[in-house]
């Protein structure tokens, strides 16, 4: 069987390819080949241990991280579902309970 990227969309791993155009039977999502092509030259985000991190893992905060505006800090442990990579000196885009939605350096998170 070949190995089909996941839909970019809503990550499911059962896509099928349609011609010149992948399909994803979750969300209907259709994307053409080159598209995969350019995901692949993406941004390569690494953790603080050196792991790779993808769209849609689960992290784990490692440091005590003070918000500006809050009264307390993002408390070491705290777990987050669902990240986003992005370019730039914070690379993660997430959603903290409590908190609402951050961005994150890489170097304060592991992979979960």
Request: glycine residues 6%; charged residues 30%.
């Amino acid at each position: 069987m070949e190995n089909l990227p996941s839909c970019p969309r809503c990550k499911c791993e059962y896509t099928y390819q349609n011609e010149s155009f992948f399909v994803c039977p979750e969300c209907f999502h259709e994307w053409s080949t080159e598209e995969v092509s350019k995901n692949e030259t993406a941004i390569k985000v690494l953790d603080a241990n050196g792991n790779e991190l993808q769209n849609g893992d689960s992290v784990i905060i490692v440091k005590d991280l003070p918000v500006k505006g809050a009264p307390k800090p993002v408390k070491a442990g705290t777990k987050v579902k669902n990240i986003r990579l992005v370019e730039g000196d914070h690379n993660i885009d997430c959603k903290i309970e409590g908190f609402g939605a951050m961005a994150l350096k890489s170097a304060f998170v592991k992979k979960a």
